[in-house]
T-cell receptor
Framework: AQKVTQAQTEISVVEKEDVTLDCVYE???????LFWYKQPPSGELVFLIR??????QNEISGRYSWNFQKSTSSFNFTITASQVVDSAVYFC??????????????FGSGTKLNVKP | NAGVMQNPRHLVRRRGQEARLRCSPM?????VYWYRQLPEEGLKFMVY????????ESGMPKERFSAEFPKEGPSILRIQQVVRGDSAAYFC??????????????FGSGTRLTVV
């Protein structure tokens, strides 16, 4: 079973529009971490945010904001006033303790965001 | 402070050849993790190594793939007799000893393997 589901395969918006990327996760652990990474066309992974399972406060960083809701197992990511430079693939990931006491990451399949001028 | 270094960035191999991917962890880090990203997919865990030990290789394909992290030098992911299905981006991350579970890994820039 998928531990992290990103149902939106690809989204296209026009510059300055707001866009929300959905992420739904599944875990039996009470302690876990959720992440968002950005993968621009150059291919590297850029860390955006980490949240732990005990902190449901929403977070805002500039044009980025994250909505964590344990009740619906969701950790959605909103970009306000999108820009062309936001075009990338965005991955949501779940990290939970493994048998060998390290954080094993489970990534969603990614959402490709196209921002058109 | 150099981050996690992976080389080469791009690697082209013909079917049947061997591929060697290298990962140098951040300074002071002795734990390395390899992940594979198949085309149009997210990253999937392959193997977790500490110096001279494989701790968890539950994500490694049973055949042709091996990994090592010697006492000196980088971690190596080795793929023997490559096939087209091995074409993917391979990422590694590292952590210090006794990293807490809250530790956020930094990934290297990846090696893109193309099998022709």
């Amino acid at each position: 079973a998928q531990k992290v589901t990103q149902a939106q395969t690809e989204i296209s918006v026009v510059e300055k529009e707001d866009v929300t990327l959905d992420c739904v996760y599944e875990t039996r652990d009470t302690t876990y971490y959720l992440f968002w990474y950005k993968q621009p066309p150059s291919g590297e992974l850029v860390f955006l945010i980490r949240r732990n399972s005990f902190d449901e406060q929403n977070e805002i960083s500039g044009r980025y904001s994250w909505n964590f809701q344990k009740s619906t197992s969701s950790f959605n990511f909103t970009i306000t006033a999108s820009q062309v430079v936001d075009s990338a693939v965005y991955f949501c990931a779940l990290s939970e303790p493994s048998f060998y006491n390290f954080n094993k990451f489970y990534f969603g399949s990614g959402t490709k965001l196209n921002v058109k001028p | 402070n150099a981050g996690v270094m992976q080389n080469p960035r791009h690697l082209v191999r013909r079917r049947g050849q061997e591929a060697r991917l290298r990962c140098s962890p951040m300074k002071g880090h002795s734990h390395v993790y390899w992940y594979r990203q198949l085309p149009e997919e997210g990253l999937k865990f392959m193997v977790y190594l500490q110096k001279e030990n494989i701790i968890d290789e539950s994500g490694m394909p049973k055949e042709r793939f091996s990994a090592e992290f010697p006492k000196e030098g980088p971690s190596i992911l080795r793929i023997q007799q490559v096939v087209r299905g091995d074409s993917a981006a391979y990422f590694c991350a590292s952590s210090p000893p006794a990293a807490p579970l809250s530790y956020g890994y930094t990934f290297g820039s990846g090696t893109r393997l193309t099998v022709v």
